[in-house]
């Protein structure tokens, strides 16, 4: 069942929130188990159902992933799996690089 909930203005938490005052829906995730691991899926899910896809990513999305390229990934289609292996040879370059600074085995 979908969750329904309606933003308002917070002083100084959230002044002037996008959609104020508008019933708005999404998924309840207070009872939800979570994973040891980033999951993308609620975003890719919600991407998929959002009625105006062009407002769907703000500014500070990219801030938040670092780069362009997940909310590129995302709009083009890709599945979660596909998203995590484009990660792979970044994450090895990485794994490499930090070996010289490590202090143990």
Not at 4 to 12: E, N, W
Not at 35 to 60: E, G
Not at 85 to 101: H, V
Request: hydrophobic share 35%.
């Amino acid at each position: 069942m979908p969750y329904r909930f309606t933003p308002v203005s917070i002083k100084g938490v959230a002044a002037n929130p996008p959609y104020e005052n508008q019933v708005c829906y999404g998924l309840d995730l207070r009872q939800t188990k979570v994973k040891p691991a980033l999951d993308l899926s609620y975003l890719i899910s919600l991407y998929r159902v959002f009625p105006d896809r062009d407002k769907f990513f703000n500014s500070y999305f990219e801030k938040l992933a670092g780069t362009a390229s997940l909310r590129q990934q995302i709009i083009q289609g890709m599945d979660e799996e596909s998203i995590r292996k484009s990660w792979e040879p970044a994450l090895q370059a990485f794994l490499e690089k930090r070996k010289k600074y490590l202090l143990y085995d």
